[in-house]
C-alpha cells in the first residue's frame, strides 16, 4: 500500500566487493566467500542492518566486521572490527577517524605491521543525519617505522584510540603511542617510559617523559611534531655518555 511504515521487506546481500571514501582516503574491500564457515552477508529488514561476520581483505590488510544498526527508534549502531596488515595501508587509516589518519600519515606509519584485534565503533542518533560516533582500539605495532624529524625504526609498540564525534565534530580523543623498544641515531633503545600523544587542540604529537635505555647509556626524547599542515617539530634527544 501506500504506507511506507506497513511494508515489510527481509533483504540479504552476499558482497564481493565495496569501495567507498571516508574523509577523503579511499577503502576497498574484497569479500571472502564462504570461507570458514562465516556468514558474510548483509541482511537488511525493518528492524535495521545486520553485518554478520564479514571476513575479507581491506587493501593489503585482512580485516573482519561483525555488528548491527538498529533503526526501530533512531540509529544505534555497533560494530566489532578486527585488521591486519601493512603498518603504512591507507585502507587502514579510512576507516579510522580522520583526525587518528592524519596523525598516522604525519609520523609517516610505515613498514612493518599493525594489528587490531579489537576495534569497536558505535553511533547513535535520532536521525541518520545527527549522528554521534565513537571509536576504541588498541593496534600493536611490529617493527614499523615512523619520522619525527629524525627516522625511528624497528619500533615494537602499541597506539591506543578513543575518539568520539559528533556531527563530524571531534568532541573527545585519546590518541597514545607507547613505544616499548626502537632504534634510533644507530642505537637500540628498549625499556622505553613515557608515550607520544595527541593533543587535538595543538594539533601536536607531544613526548611525554620518554627514555629509555641502550649500549652505551639512557636516550630521552622531548619535544613535538605538528600534525597539520606545517609539519614543524622541536625535537631533542639527549644521549648519556655523548656531548
Known amino acids: ?11 540479504e546481500i552476499i558482497p564481493s566487493i565495496l569501495s567507498t571514501t571516508f574523509n577523503n582516503r579511499r577503502a576497498v574491500a574484497v569479500f571472502d566467500q564462504n570461507k570458514d ?8 529488514d525493518n528492524s535495521g542492518i545486520q553485518f554478520q561476520q564479514l571476513v575479507g581483505k ?5 580485516f573482519s566486521l561483525d555488528g548491527s544498526i538498529d533503526t526501530t527508534s533512531g540509529v544505534d549502531g555497533e560494530f566489532d572490527l ?13 576507516v579510522l577517524p580522520s583526525v587518528v589518519g592524519d596523525t598516522l600519515e604525519a609520523i609517516d606509519l610505515r613498514a612493518g605491521r599493525s594489528d587490531l584485534p ?16 565513537s571509536f576504541t582500539g588498541s593496534i600493536s605495532l611490529s617493527d614499523v617505522s615512523i619520522s619525527i624529524g629524525i ?7 602499541m597506539t591506543i584510540v578513543d575518539g568520539r564525534y559528533n556531527k563530524e565534530h571531534l568532541s573527545e580523543l585519546k590518541f597514545v603511542l607507547k613505544i616499548d623498544s626502537m632504534s634510533a641515531l644507530g642505537r637500540h633503545v628498549s625499556d622505553i617510559d613515557g608515550r607520544l600523544r595527541l593533543d587535538s587542540d595543538l594539533q601536536r604529537i607531544v613526548f ?7 649500549t652505551t647509556g639512557s636516550v630521552s626524547v622531548d619535544g613535538w611534531l605538528a600534525v597539520d599542515e606545517t609539519k614543524q617539530y622541536e625535537i631533542e634527544i639527549l644521549i648519556a655518555g655523548v656531548d
Not at 500500500?1 to 533483504?11: A, L, M, P, Q
Not at 564457515?37 to 537488511?44: A, C, E, P, Q, R
Not at 579489537?118 to 560516533?133: H, I, Q, R
Not at 627516522?151 to 615494537?156: D, F, G, Q, R
Request: proline share 3%.
Open 151 to 157: 627516522p625511528l625504526t624497528k619500533i615494537m609498540g
Open 118 to 133: 579489537d576495534g569497536k565503533v558505535l553511533f547513535e542518533g535520532e536521525d541518520w543525519s545527527g549522528l554521534g560516533v
Open 58 to 62: 581491506l587493501g593489503d590488510g585482512v
Open 208 to 214: 611525554e617523559k620518554m627514555r629509555g635505555e641502550s
Open 1 to 11: 500500500s501506500g504506507n511506507r511504515e506497513n511494508i515489510i521487506y527481509d533483504i
Open 37 to 44: 564457515g562465516k556468514s558474510n552477508t548483509i541482511h537488511f
Open 82 to 94: 578486527t585488521w591486519n596488515g601493512p603498518s603504512g595501508d591507507k585502507n587502514l587509516f579510512a
